[in-house]
């Protein structure tokens, strides 16, 4: 195995996404700003963080929060402007924070000036950037594919006489990645970015930007009569060499990483994906979150899951990284419910959950993703009516659940559950109004409970999920074992307890979680000859473990 002198610098740091239009908002007007992110870097330092990953700031119509990208060289008012970016990138590195930006490459919005052009005629210079068709003879759409946000993934252009392909909502037209105009192109924005000295890149939807060879229907799996595009185009044969030819062109030579979001790439196949012959340094995939949630399309159908299927899948993760290439550890992003409601299957306190599931985050082999609030373990949102939800997604889902038979107070019921704005409301720093988050009204409200929970409050708090975060960074920044070592499940059939060790040299570590709100027991031995260098609950006996406690022994 590496020591920890093999590593790079973002597999030995904390990483952190930050949705910029929840994070503070410096200028009140509701929504969040680059300054607001500047002005917070010292609260990500005291959290370990060295790589920021920022979901888009460009310029944007914000149908989807910025992955709609108008223009990739500049940035949106409302976040701010080039100027703020600078001083970000500038600022963060003064704190040994790199900034990670998000490159939205599958799609543009319909407001990019290369779409613009592009739907104006069959025959003009961009013509082909985008994924054009003709109707079939009866006028109706090419396929009967189901964008990820419900509804056709194809949208008639009166302009131009043919529809286009939008994989997400209509408003993001999908490139043609077969041009290699059109990747030339993509390549020149990240390396103008590369060349501004940020840490990194976080690659969109990238397992969408190889289509098929031919285009046909598949057989409807719901109500709408539809066939999900991503069971039609996802991680086609030929996607590996776009991608090659996109990190010889933007990475090599470089100390970046790149990680890539890669829905539809399974455990199995990380290895081409990642490391030394692969295309990215990381990969999000999402065979852990796909076990609470279910499929993302249907996620309106009941799922039934157990915790030995959440481990079998992070232990499938981390069994293809192995020896090859490098994990991201993630339980939230901006696509998830909040994970204390996530990926607990009982009642309980949300910060012990909190605790649980930091635990494992933080002591796992990977680099670690946070994600802004999850450090003060937040649960879901209250929404009380489809119309308090932002999401172009959760609101597309909701009508998308009708079809599927569920009752208005159903389709909410998820929406609530599963809703991707539960983690997209403001940040909560203090106890001021609107949680410090902004002097005017928030663009989503904050949970009822932000008196209380809060940065401040939890900063006062010894005990608190957040001071729970300090420790364990600094537990793991501390010590080789947990960078480096290897990484071995332990008690894999055990159905309340999460648990794994991580040797290096004489070094041994091992994490206990226990995810039931019941006392449970485990063999003694495994701790035998460790002492205890963290307990979410306080001190511990060697072998068992309280409800919903978390012990990393060592
Ligand atoms: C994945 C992003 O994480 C999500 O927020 C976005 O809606 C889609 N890609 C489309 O860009």
Redesign the pocket.
Known sequence: MANTSDLAWWQKTIAYEVYPKSFLDTVGQGTGTLAGITAKLDYLQKLGVGAMWITPCYKSPMV?NG?DVQDYYNIDPSFGSMDNMNELIARGREHGIRVVMDL?FN?TSEECAWFVESRASKDNPKADWYIWRDAKPDGSAPTNWRSIFGGSAWEWCEERGQYYLHT?AKQ?PDLNWENPQVRQALFDIANYWAEKGVGGFRI??ITYIKKPPTFEDGPADGEDGLYPVHAATANQPGILDFLHEFKAAVRDGRDIFMVG?ANGVAADELSQWVGEDGVFDMLFEFSHTHVPMGDAEIWCRPVTWELTDLKRALAASQEATRTNGWYPVFFEN??QPRSTVNFFRCDGPLASKAKVLGTVLLTTRGTPFLYQGEELGYGNATWKSIDEFDDV?TRAQYDFAKTEGLSDDEALAACVRFSRDNARTPMQWDATDNAGFSSAKPWLPVHDDYATHNVAALEADECSVLAWYRTLVNLRLGNDVFLAGDWHELLSDDNNILAFERTLGDARVVTLANFSNERVTYDASLVEGLTLLAGSEGDAVAGELRPLEALVWG
């Open positions: 989807d992955y939205v799609h997400f993001q969109d939807a979001e901006h696509d997604q």
